[in-house]
């Protein structure tokens, strides 16, 4: 899915164009115990509660594509009759009717779900009317293609309210504040099938994750059957690594921020495309030749990056290097310069020493206080 899609799905998170039919909770203890169940229509919840949850499932939708959001192909064998796909459109289709069916669900995310304190899952099934569009992109309400049905699922921590004081009205005092459990934003979830296309696609699940970096794997292959790509960390270091590997002492400045460069380019090429540029192997090899990379260790990081990824992995461009920052290190010293003009950076060798030279044209701060960059002559003796 991309932003676009995902947009259009938040847009239903509001009284006006709500299309939720049902909503299921279930609150569990830190000890995996299931300590109430709910079930209700959910135009039949006060209207405070409802503007929380529209919130919460907002949220469930929030973050960066390909980051927090990823789409996740089901494998072949879930598809099948027992596999985790067929069990997911059992229950939409179920319209969450079924408390059999419901109440297996949340086993199944108590089972695999790992969280060392208490939380609440909760589940809703909705019903979008997708209207058409005309040609110029104009939505047409009296036209619509076809009825989304599906499930969005928030996992949301609860924890105890902070201590502190509060004011008592009826006593009319400042007097410590009652402390009770409070349901936090999400931290994992998903939405199921998949909206591609403005339509349907069972075949696919999105999932999301506050904090990409705290895998869930259990859960992801327990109740989705699928397996979650490379964190972007990972990505990122990993694609490092391989690339540090492969280039070993042939790399140089100039090339490193050519690489740079080039790969901004393609991000400022792409900014208005709703999906997160992908790159395969093939695309990452032919964007190190651009940048000057020798063609032997070129083959030599596609040698590496099959073993560390796979033949088959993408890799998202936002997800291996950050096109806002153009960042030089040495162990003492750290200079950031703007990624447009990291140009400013030159190498020298000054007196037989290796040198990285910065032209002084404007302003110059040392600690908040404008400074000079040159002494001031001293006046000659009289």
Known sequence: MNKKEI?????????ANCAITKICGCYVSHEKEKLTVTKDAFLSLPEEEEFKYFDILKHTLGGTVGKHLVTMEFPLDQEAE???QEFLLKLRNSRL????????????VIESYEYGENYYIILIHAAYDVPGKALDGTEMFDASEEVYEYLLCSICPVKMSKPGLSYNAETNRIEERIRDWVVE????????????????????VLYFAKNPELSQDGMVEHLLG??????????????????????????????????HENITEIAEENKENPDPVRLDKKDVSRLLSDSGIEQEDVEFFEEVYDDRFGEKTELLLNNIADTKKFQIET????????????????????NG??????????????????VRTMKKPQKPEQ
């Not at 162990?331 to 000054?350: C, H, N, S």
């Not at 020493?353 to 404008?370: F, H, K």
């Open 331 to 350: 162990p003492e010293i750290v200079i950031k310069v703007a990624p447009d003009r990291a140009d400013l950076v030159e190498t020298m060798e000054i």
């Open 353 to 370: 020493r290796q040198c990285l030279v910065i032209p002084v044209d404007g302003q110059v701060e040392v600690n908040g206080i404008s």
């Open 226 to 259: 699928s397996e979650i790509p490379l964190s972007p960390a990972t990505q990122k270091e990993t694609f490092q690594d391989v690339l540090s590997a492969a280039i070993g002492e042939n790399g140089d400045y100039e090339t490193m921020r050519t690489l």
């Open 185 to 204: 934003p999400p931290a994992n979830g998903f939405l199921f099938p998949a909206f591609e296309d403005r339509g349907s696609d069972i075949h696919k």
């Open 7 to 15: 947009a259009e799905i938040k847009k239903q998170f509001t009284p």
């Open 82 to 84: 027992g596999g985790t």
């Open 97 to 108: 009717e079924e408390e059999e069916l419901t109440g297996r669900f949340f086993d199944k």
